[in-house]
């Protein structure tokens, strides 16, 4: 057993607060093939995470008549840090004792959530930590979200696919937010004479980003 916030029914639009549970939940079984299991050491909070509880994420439809209950509750939260704390016999990525952070597809895949001292994923689904970083356990769990959008975004634009004569307007909206910080930065190393990069923000935060911007041109 293990302690987790969970819920064992759908909570009602605007009362997630108020409806989520704390006690001992099943912990994740031994891992199988390229799963593993990660002792979750921090974990964030987003507005994904309320619309799942409600069963209000993609229009109520994500979870295909999965239904929490006592004895199947429903564990909350998908951004996570921890550590590997088991592997499975097929895994080739990580061992135990590895610093990893990643987002769970609680809703699609049916990965356990991440309000709870450990969690299972697909070694696919989780990212290694550089063991020279400095960057800690919050820290790691807070950015996954806007990090792995961003990146996802990022590489949409397919930038380096523009020659040196096609010019290409970059715009990112909401520039000072999660995913614009993140986006504006993996965008800046393309700046010049044919990437242009447009950022929008509120005109309290802009020299936040003005600031951001050069220091990542300037590596």
Same mark, same amino acid.
């Given at each position: 057993m293990m302690k987790a916030a969970h819920i064992t029914q759908w909570c009602s639009t605007g009362k997630v607060a108020d409806s989520i549970l704390f006690g001992d939940v099943e912990a994740p079984t031994p891992p199988t093939k390229k799963n593993v299991v990660i002792q979750v050491k921090a974990s964030a909070i987003n507005v994904d995470d309320i619309a799942l509880l409600q069963d209000s994420a993609?229009? !109520?439809?994500f979870f295909h008549? +999965? *239904?929490? /209950? &006592? *004895?199947?509750?429903?564990?909350?939260g998908m951004e996570y840090s921890g550590v590997i704390f088991a592997v499975g016999p097929d895994c080739e990525k990580f061992k135990v004792g590895d610093r990893v952070c990643g987002i769970q597809d609680v809703a699609m895949q049916k990965n356990s959530g991440t309000w709870a001292e450990q969690t299972s994923a697909p070694e696919k689904d989780v990212v290694l930590i550089p063991s020279d970083s400095n960057i800690s356990h919050v820290e790691a769990a807070a950015v996954g979200m806007g990090t792995f959008i961003s990146h996802d975004l990022y590489k949409r634009a397919k930038l380096s /696919?523009? $020659? $040196? $004569?096609?010019?290409? +307007?970059?715009?990112? %909206? !909401?520039? &000072? !937010?999660? #995913? !614009? #910080? %993140? #986006?504006?930065?993996?965008?800046?190393?393309h700046q010049g004479a044919n990437v242009h990069v447009t950022a929008v923000c509120s005109g309290v935060n802009a020299d936040k980003v003005r600031s951001l911007f050069r220091s990542q041109r300037s590596r």
């Open positions: 993609g229009g !109520g439809w008549g +999965r *239904t929490p /209950s &006592s *004895t199947q509750p429903l564990i909350g /696919s523009y $020659s $040196s $004569s096609e010019n290409c +307007r970059c715009l990112v %909206i !909401g520039a &000072s !937010g999660g #995913l !614009g #910080l %993140i #986006l504006l930065q993996l965008l800046s190393k």
